[in-house]
Each structure stands twice: as structure tokens, then as C-alpha cells.
T-cell receptor, first 109, second 115 residues
Framework: SQQGEEDPQALSIQEGENATMNCSYKTSINNLQWYRQNSGRGLVHLILIRSNEREKHSGRLRVTLDTSKKSSSLLITASRAADTASYFCATESNYQLIWGAGTKLIIKP | EPEVTQTPSHQVTQMGQEVILRCVPISNHLYFYWYRQILGQKVEFLVSFYNNEISEKSEIFDDQFSVERPDGSNFTLKIRSTKLEDSAMYFC?????????????FGPGTRLTVT
């Protein structure tokens, strides 16, 4: 089954603006993680939020989790050109990460 | 900062050949994983490994695949007889403890091209 569906699929904003990406999932989870991937490169872990947490911050990143709606959002504030990448949410269930298709974020200078 | 490393960065092989992809997880981590990402598609879980045995595996991880921790540092993925559809980026990851509470750290990936 599909798990961790991000929206939008693509997002293009001006540098300095905030970027919000959403993730929905279907089954119960232990945690939800956000990763970033530059084109053709590896996966960089951004933030992990546990199922009993509602919000978490890390630098310019803010992640929320609503387990009742089975959804999460990733907010990047004051975006920079270097934030251009694909962003994936991954839900942890049964010792494995199940990934969404990702949001491609483009920051225009 | 410790990191997961993978070799080679790019492997080209002919259909039917065996390939071994190598990973060195972070040294104090206990759980190890392999994922793959076909170009333009989602990352897919293949297998998790703990205490020298497979913990979980996906439907993709059939008899053509095997994993091994041959020594105290390496973690390998073997594909016995490669198919064209095995072409993908293969990512190794490790976590300190169960991924129920600990993040997974990923290597840079090995791009496997099967011709």
C-alpha cells in the first residue's frame, strides 16, 4: 500500500520565502522522518518526529505531526538557493522506512 | 562526523552477472539496511539486518538477493544474477538502535547499471 505521500509534487518559490511540504500516510507509525536528496545524490536525514510528538524544530526546519489526520508537514523558513532539492517523508513501521514519492523544491534566486 | 560509506560509487555489469555492493556502516550502529531507488521513482526498502540475521525484508528481496556482514565493519548486498530492472541507486543505511526511535543514516549510494 502507498505510505508517505507528499504534496505538492513540485514547488517553486523565491529565495527568502517559506516552503511548506506535506506528507500523508495510511498506517500507524512509530516515527516519521524527513530526508533531503540533491539531484542524483544520497539521502540526508533532516529530522525525526516520534508518534507522541506534535512539533519539532531544527534550525530553519519545523516539522509537525498530526497522528489523528495521519499527516505531517515540513516548513523551511527563509529559503535559500541551496535548499533546492527533493524532500521525502518516510514513515517507520515494522523496522523499515516506507517512502513517499517526494516533493521537488526549487528555490529561485 | 562518522558517516556511512559505500563502494563502488558506480557499478556497470552485464545481465546475468553477480554483483556485490559494499557498505561500511557507522561503527557503533547495530541495525543495517539496504534500500534502492530506481531512477525517478520512490526509495524502496529491501532488507534490514540485526545481530547477524535478516530482521525484515520486502517482496523485492527475493532469492537473487543476499546480505552479509563478513567482518566487523562491512555490510554487503549481493545480487546473484542481475537483471535489467535491477538498475537503480542502492543505498545502505545504519541506525544506532531500532529504527523505531533512532534515525537511519544513509550512505551516498551505489549506482548500479545493468546492460
Amino acid at each position: 500500500s502507498q505510505q508517505g505521500e507528499e504534496d505538492p509534487q513540485a514547488l517553486s518559490i523565491q529565495e527568502g520565502e517559506n516552503a511548506t511540504m506535506n506528507c500523508s500516510y495510511k498506517t500507524s507509525i512509530n516515527n516519521l522522518q524527513w530526508y533531503r536528496q540533491n539531484s542524483g545524490r544520497g539521502l540526508v536525514h533532516l529530522i525525526l518526529i516520534r508518534s507522541n510528538e506534535r512539533e519539532k524544530h531544527s534550525g530553519r526546519l519545523r516539522v509537525t505531526l498530526d497522528t489523528s489526520k495521519k499527516s505531517s508537514s515540513l516548513l523551511i523558513t527563509a529559503s535559500r538557493a541551496a535548499d533546492t532539492a527533493s524532500y521525502f517523508c518516510a514513515t517507520e513501521s515494522n523496522y523499515q522506512l516506507i517512502w513517499g514519492a517526494g516533493t521537488k523544491l526549487i528555490i529561485k534566486p | 562526523e562518522p558517516e556511512v560509506t559505500q563502494t563502488p560509487s558506480h557499478q556497470v555489469t552485464q545481465m546475468g552477472q553477480e554483483v556485490i555492493l559494499r557498505c561500511v556502516p557507522i561503527s557503533n550502529h547495530l541495525y543495517f539496511y539496504w534500500y534502492r531507488q530506481i531512477l525517478g521513482q520512490k526509495v524502496e526498502f529491501l532488507v534490514s539486518f540485526y545481530n547477524n540475521e535478516i530482521s525484515e525484508k520486502s517482496e523485492i528481496f527475493d532469492d537473487q538477493f543476499s546480505v552479509e556482514r563478513p567482518d566487523g565493519s562491512n555490510f554487503t548486498l549481493k545480487i546473484r544474477s542481475t537483471k535489467l530492472e535491477d538498475s537503480a541507486m542502492y543505498f545502505c543505511a545504519s541506525s544506532e538502535w531500532t529504527s523505531r526511535t533512532y534515525e537511519q543514516y544513509f550512505g551516498p549510494g551505489t549506482r548500479l547499471t545493468v546492460t
